[in-house]
């Protein structure tokens, strides 16, 4: 089993996120982990340091020598596929061919007033988008119109420093998803917020029969799972740590939990506050890494198991940044002693 780390930004100081993102960066690089990944984020302080992935990638990229450097997603649709291959062939001279990205369609309205037309129709949009991509990675060229209705055959520079961009498919629970990022001989980045162990050993099921179906080899299935972490050598401090920052995430997204019913509507707001407790308890038992290393070996041996070949330990969701740093020891721990699963 492999290692990254994944922001998601849920902080208040934007220089700490930068700092955090940066130190331990360093530090998984430095400790064998596998990826980097950083996300796309617009309009709305939850996640505001990250707009761009292709920036923080650079930065990744100039204090790293070895880690990949990964977009955790680029929401195609909201781009020009012209722009997304200039920018990450920048991160991938920057860091020496380690560049790689995993697409997302999009979901967000709010997002879409970048590209507003591009919403009605964004997946087909992400198929659409990821084909040129790739074409003008490997130093294809395609026409655009210009000015006075001409048309201009343009290719994108510089050039990367590897031929071959790798690409991953940002999946929820749709199968669909799991099935194009097959058809594409893409990997998948997906998570355990809306759907259970079960539900993922199916999805990734019909992800390898996509492959075999599209005539990739099982060289090309790659799934990396983002899972919530916080490890400790103190169990019961680090089990603390993480209680309230994760709490405050269940709330604000309760729709991913199954929690649909509105505090004082359907249920009064104490009602409420049982259901997430209770639904704290699961996910926080059976799909985050928290604890201990020993606390954690059950889920990773479960998603080895079925499959999972990286872990993209999600560790900016809250909690202290002098903390998280110091918790990545324990993570390294943990990456030691699951190398061979």
Known sequence: MRFGLFFFANGDD????????????????????????????????????FPNPAVTGAAVAAVTRRISVRAGSVVLP????????????????ISGGRAEIA??????????????????????????????VRLLW?????????????????????TPARGGLPLWITAAGSPQTYALAGETGA???????????????????????????HGHGPERERVSVMVHTHLGSDREQALARARE??????????????????????????????LLELAYRDFSRERCLLGSVEDAL?????LAEIGVDEIACLI????????????????????????RL
């Not at 930068?18 to 796309?40: C, H, I, K, N, Q």
């Not at 909201?78 to 001279?93: G, K, M, Q, S």
Request: aromatic share 8%; hydrophobic share 40%; net charge negative.
């Open 78 to 93: 909201l781009h020009d596929p012209l722009r997304v291959a200039e920018e990450w062939a920048v991160v991938d001279r």
């Open 316 to 339: 900016d969701f809250g909690i202290g940044t002098d903390a998280v740093l110091e918790g990545l020891h324990n993570l390294a721990e943990l990456r030691r002693r699951c190398e």
């Open 245 to 274: 920052p994760l709490l405050a995430y269940m709330r604000s997204s309760l729709n991913l939990f199954g929690l649909n019913t509105r505090p004082g509507a359907d249920a009064s707001p104490e009602a409420m506050d049982e």
């Open 187 to 213: 990997g998948v980045l997906t998570h355990l917020l809306g759907q259970s162990l079960e539900q993922l050993e199916d999805n990734l099921a019909g992800y390898a029969d996509a492959l075999a179906a």
């Open 14 to 49: 934007p220089d700490e996120q930068y700092r955090l993102l940066l130190e331990a960066a360093a530090f998984a690089d430095a400790e064998g982990f596998s990826a980097v990944w950083t996300p796309e984020r617009h309009f709305h302080p939850f996640g505001a340091p």
């Open 103 to 132: 697409l997302a369609s999009g979901w967000n309205p709010q997002d879409f007033v970048l590209a507003p037309e591009r919403f009605a129709a964004a997946k087909a949009e992400l198929r659409k988008g990821l084909d040129k």
């Open 298 to 302: 059950p889920l990773v041996e479960s």
């Open 138 to 158: 490997s130093g294809g060229e395609v026409d655009r119109p210009g000015p006075g209705g001409g048309t201009h055959r343009v290719r994108t520079y510089p």
